[in-house]
């Protein structure tokens, strides 16, 4: 069966843009989790929708920002791009909530702020 | 102080060996993950446990709820093992991640 897909896998944004993101989970998955993953701080957890719901959110602004659809695909925008934005973005699907469940990863969107 | 402590940091092992990798945590979880990292970026889900012990192959997880803390261990190490291996608690109450800043392991032939 398809593994979890996101696209595009590199993008380069210049400061002030905004960027969004999508993650198509594997069929049947109901929950999508979002993690930034930098050199410095490391992976870190974004936010997890659940049923079309975000469940929680991790401790970042409120220039970021996601939503659910009915199929379960997800996507995460990024406004006003800052240079601390460069990341690679990685999705994760599982069948239940994501803290209980076996994650499944995307391979990765590499974002580049210049 | 992170939430989630790894150790080591580093650790190089020649094939066949032995070799346990550390996660304690501070605050309550009610699941930790291992994570799988090999170079270019992707992550395999190893284990989620959240008690006991479990087994996949050549590699063993165990958790100690009391003690907060988990190990993964990897009997008869292959080159192949060479990746950084993340563990990341869940809480419950916030649910929110939390995760320790990785083990690069090098396996050498």
């Known amino acids: 069966k398809a593994g979890v897909t996101q696209t595009p896998r590199y993008l380069i944004k210049t400061r002030g843009q905004q960027v969004t993101l999508s993650c198509s989970p594997i069929?049947?998955?109901?929950?999508v989790s979002w993690y930034q993953q930098t050199p410095g701080q490391g992976l870190q957890f974004l936010f997890e929708y659940f049923s079309e719901t975000q469940r929680n959110k991790g401790n970042f602004p409120g220039r970021f920002s996601g939503r659910q659809f009915s199929n379960s695909r997800s996507e995460m925008n990024v406004s006003t791009l800052e240079l601390g934005d460069s990341a690679l973005y990685l999705c994760a699907s599982s069948f239940g909530t994501s803290g209980a469940n076996v994650l499944t990863f995307g391979a990765g969107s590499r974002l580049t702020v210049l | 102080k992170n939430e989630v402590e790894q150790s080591p940091q580093n650790l190089t092992a020649q094939e066949g060996e032995f070799i346990t990798i550390n996660c304690s945590y501070s605050?309550?979880?009610?699941?930790l993950h291992w994570l799988q990292q090999h170079p270019g970026g992707g992550i395999v889900s190893l284990f989620m446990?959240?008690?006991g012990k479990k087994k996949h192959g050549r590699l063993i997880a165990t958790i100690n709820i009391q003690e907060k803390h988990s190990s993964l261990h990897i009997t008869a190490s292959h080159p192949r093992d060479s990746a950084v291996y993340i563990c990341a608690g869940y809480q419950n109450t916030g649910n929110q991640f939390y995760f320790g800043t990785g083990t690069s392991l090098t396996v050498i032939p």
């Open positions: 605050v309550g979880i009610s699941a």
């Open positions: 069929s049947g998955h109901r929950s």
């Open positions: 446990l959240s008690s």
